[in-house]
């Protein structure tokens, strides 16, 4: 079906009411069209039973995802319950270069592109480190088992719900959010500091972090552009520049606990289920602390409040 043009469609709004309401409802059945061809060409294998059945025969199932680098962190909750059921060995490949569209106003570490090869090195250490994953690398054309950029295809809306549960719903799979898939080695130099970590995009237009100067130990994980816009609010924050994000996991993962909004930190807190905090972007509401010592928030009140009953607890 072709989509009309924005002057087409406010003709036929305003001179056809019944037809404009037609017209409306062909475009909502023609995305679930294109999303069940989708899904049906790219991958078979959908629900517990076909995913038995396929690594009992293939012995291992491949997998693609082109990111962003949070989206692969949150899809690791189900490759972790896949593994669980089927006990075979995963490979995970990364696809570079998928463009990126966002809003002229906000700014994102990668430019145009949700995953280029620098995030890709930084990233495979920490996915290699994890025990249901068998194989991580660059996809160089490779054909795989299962597509999980499938959640792209336009039937699931990015703008609400959770992303962790994304890749269930293409893959039949239901991920245990409420326990942590991410497994590391703490940092515990980090034991008695609070970590932090605000991008640039998905921020609570509401909030101030200045109040976290009257608390001393405070470290900022992230980019340097959005380290130095953090330091003009809180003038002792520390700044930590990891090698890759292993490194990161296992400082998160030692610290007293984490502040981050809706940013790939966060992700890495959310499935290492740390003491966690998480700053609620109102415009965009599609990441949800799930299991243990998880808190989010959408005021200021409520944000110092939990900071102070965080760092209170020994």
Not at 169 to 176: A, E, H, L, M
Request: proline share 4%.
């Amino acid at each position: 079906m072709i989509k009309k043009n924005i002057l087409s469609r406010l003709y036929l709004k305003y001179t056809d009411k019944h037809g404009y309401n037609l017209y409306k409802q062909q475009l909502v059945n023609a995305k679930y069209s294109r999303f069940e061809a989708s899904l049906k060409s790219n991958s078979p294998i959908i629900g517990a039973q076909k995913f038995k059945e396929f690594a009992s025969v293939n012995q291992s199932i491949d997998f693609n995802h082109s990111g962003s680098a949070g989206d692969i962190i949150y899809a690791l909750a189900t490759l972790k319950r896949i593994w669980e059921i089927t006990s075979a060995p995963l490979n995970l490949y990364l696809k570079l270069n998928r463009p990126l569209t966002i809003s002229p106003y906000m700014v994102h570490p990668l430019g145009s592109v949700m995953l280029n090869d620098k995030m890709v090195q930084m990233i495979i250490p920490l996915i290699q480190a994890q025990p249901y994953i068998n194989y991580c690398s660059v996809n160089n054309d490779v054909q795989v088992d299962v597509d999980l950029d499938l959640f792209r295809s336009g039937l699931i809306p990015q703008d609400r719900g959770n992303i962790a549960r994304w890749c269930g719903y293409t893959t039949g799979i239901n991920p245990k959010l409420y326990q942590n898939w991410l497994t590391v080695t703490p940092d515990e130099t980090y034991g008695d500091h609070i970590i932090i970590a605000r991008s640039e995009r998905y921020r609570n237009k509401m909030i101030d972090y200045s109040f976290l100067t009257r608390y001393n130990k405070i470290v900022f994980i992230g980019v340097k552009q959005e380290f130095a816009d953090m330091q003009k609010a809180i003038p002792h924050l520390q700044w930590m520049q990891v090698t890759n994000f292993l490194q990161m996991a296992e400082i998160i993962a030692g610290c007293k606990f984490f502040i981050g909004n809706q940013s790939f930190p966060y992700s890495v807190a959310e499935a290492l289920k740390v003491k966690r905090i998480l700053e609620v972007c109102t415009d965009v509401i599609n990441v949800v602390p799930e299991g243990e010592f998880g808190y989010d928030f959408m005021f200021q009140d409520h944000f110092e409040s939990l900071v102070q009953e965080l760092d209170s607890v020994q």
